[in-house]
């Protein structure tokens, strides 16, 4: 798992007019945005006011810092972001590089840059990936091949091995397999592309941080997988479509919770 961003490099823009005394601030905060956000969203003016096409070399971090009058640290943070977004990528030892634009959720066309520490846009994209992957579990469950079951059965176990031996890396990547192989097993092109765009979107609440680390609720997840895993290899779609539903809605209360506690402590 990437490192979290530098809280403290953050670039606050914060809400006006000034919060009254007496007040507790809480539009303010609902107004923050972090640093690496902002230039995150510059960056991708900055390819557009260039008009670089995927496959064009971005400057370095450092001439990025300078052109757009911020630090590399928080440009650094800016990157991560996009690179998880899919539209740019980092190769060691060349450089950055603009990406092909495949994500249908990251465009304009679908509400402009998501904000991964505003709670309604992680409402709303959670939202999002319940009814999608309700239905691709479901669809699984009456569709999937021997060697897609296999496929999700090998994403399950991996990712009760990360868990018992604390590796957060093959958690992760078991967890991304997990979602993906249902997704396949439903036989549908455009479940498959919306679970893999959602994800992606996600991944920019991990890339500040939040379920950074294994634990209790991370056993929970183990045991949800398993859950739609046995429904789905059952043929049980209403099933595997409900324990679909409660995973999701637990990690919901999840990231709430810990977008709560960096925003108000």
């Known amino acids: 798992m990437d490192d979290p961003p530098a809280i403290e490099a953050a670039l606050p823009v914060q ?16 107004d923050y945005r972090p640093g690496y956000e902002i230039v995150a969203e510059r960056i991708l003016a900055y390819i557009a006011e260039e008009r670089l096409a995927p496959g064009d070399r971005l400057p370095t971090e450092i001439d990025l810092a300078q052109t757009l009058d911020t630090s590399r640290a928080v440009v650094r943070e800016a990157v991560k972001i996009l690179s998880a977004l899919g539209r740019v990528r980092a190769h060691k030892g060349r450089g950055l590089f603009v990406a092909e634009d495949e994500g249908m959720l990251i465009t304009s066309r679908w509400g402009g840059f998501f904000r991964p520490v505003d709670i309604d846009h992680v409402l709303m994209l959670f939202e ?41 890396d093959v958690f992760n990547q078991a967890d991304d397999d997990f979602h993906a192989a249902v997704s396949v097993a439903s036989h549908n092109t455009f479940l498959v592309s919306a679970v893999r765009d959602a994800r992606r979107l996600q991944r920019q609440s991990s890339a500040i941080g939040i379920h950074e680390a ?50 108000f402590g």
Request: charged residues 30%.
């Open 15 to 30: 809400a006006s007019p000034a919060v009254p005394a007496g007040v507790d601030g809480s539009d303010e905060r609902r």
């Open 128 to 168: 999002f990936r319940r009814v999608q992957e309700m239905a691709a579990s479901s669809l699984a469950a009456t569709r999937a091949t021997p060697a897609e079951l296999r496929t999700i059965e090998v994403a399950v176990l991996q990712c009760r091995h990360g868990f018992v031996h604390g590796l957060v």
């Open 214 to 263: 294994l634990g209790a609720n991370t056993e929970l997840a183990v045991e949800e997988h398993e859950a739609i895993y046995r429904a789905i290899r059952d043929g049980r779609p209403e099933e595997a479509a409900q324990a679909t539903a409660a995973h999701l809605d637990r990690t919901l209360e999840d990231y709430r919770r810990e977008i709560q506690r960096r925003l």
